[in-house]
């Protein structure tokens, strides 16, 4: 038997072994290069535009699908400020679709001139072309905690007082001017001792009961309601 003959049958042996890896691992990677996310779709949006979502995911575009994690993304989707909680799925046609929740805003932070939407924890949401009928909040660009320290403190501020807030005006670390929506004057008082809202309200309605509307009123010492009474007309003006 000469050399080459008995050569050929390793050869064809070693060929029969081998050659349905290659196939398996050519096909595979002619897969994974043609399955790959073409589309990123995203649902339940109310309040805000999906583009932002959109955006956030769009890094997965091209990546093959066997290769892109859905928790990764669910991730990216999250860093959204407005987002509250996303699923996602990605289908093997290429597909993304990111379902999920916004935030509920409660609020609206103006500050130089521009708003943000706000919401219960004081977290800034997303700007706003024109200014929504929302609490209105000034001053607190700088200062989030007290933003957030006032948005908890809201309901029991607006119990006490009788009536909704309308405008915010921070004064200081712990004085606000606040704006009812019955009321014409300012009321400074201290997020953290609403409790002495009910006490000013009393105190106005006995004031004006006798006298004219005062300038202001403050609630921001503990057991003290101070006045500030309107200017006594000129001599001879009734």
């Given at each position: 038997m000469s050399a080459?003959?008995?050569?050929?049958?390793?050869?064809?042996?070693?060929?029969?072994r081998t050659l349905p890896m290659v196939v398996v691992v050519a096909l595979t990677g002619t897969l994974a290069a043609a399955l790959q996310v073409r589309a990123v779709r995203v649902s339940g949006t109310h309040r805000f535009p999906a583009r932002d979502v959109e955006l956030a995911l769009r890094s997965a575009l091209g990546v093959p699908t066997v290769a892109t994690r859905a928790g990764a993304l669910r991730a990216r989707a999250l860093t959204v400020p407005w987002v509250a909680d996303a699923a996602v799925r990605v289908s093997l046609d290429g597909v993304v679709t990111c379902t999920l929740s916004e935030r509920e805003p409660v609020a609206v932070a103006v500050d130089g001139g521009s708003g943000q939407l706000v919401d219960r924890e004081g977290r800034l949401l997303a700007p706003v072309d024109s200014i929504p009928p929302l609490v209105r909040l000034e001053g607190f660009a700088p200062?989030?905690?007290?933003r957030a320290?006032?948005?908890?403190?809201?309901?029991?501020?607006?119990?006490?007082?009788?009536?909704?807030?309308?405008r915010v005006v921070r004064l200081g670390p712990h004085d606000v001017?606040?704006?009812?929506a019955d009321t014409p004057?300012?009321?400074l008082?201290?997020?953290?001792?609403?409790?002495?809202?009910?006490?000013?309200?009393?105190?106005l309605a006995a004031w004006t009961a006798r006298r004219p509307a005062p300038v202001r009123i403050?609630?921001?010492?503990?057991?003290?309601?101070?006045?500030?009474?309107?200017?006594?007309?000129?001599?001879?003006?009734?």
């Open positions: 080459p003959h008995r050569h050929r049958h390793p050869i064809r042996r070693l060929l029969r200062f989030p905690e007290e320290a006032f948005l908890a403190a809201r309901e029991e501020i607006e119990r006490g007082w009788g009536a909704s807030v309308e001017e606040l704006r009812f004057l300012p009321v008082a201290d997020p953290a001792r609403a409790a002495q809202l009910a006490a000013a309200r009393r105190v403050d609630a921001r010492v503990a057991g003290r309601v101070a006045v500030m009474p309107a200017p006594a007309a000129p001599e001879g003006e009734s």
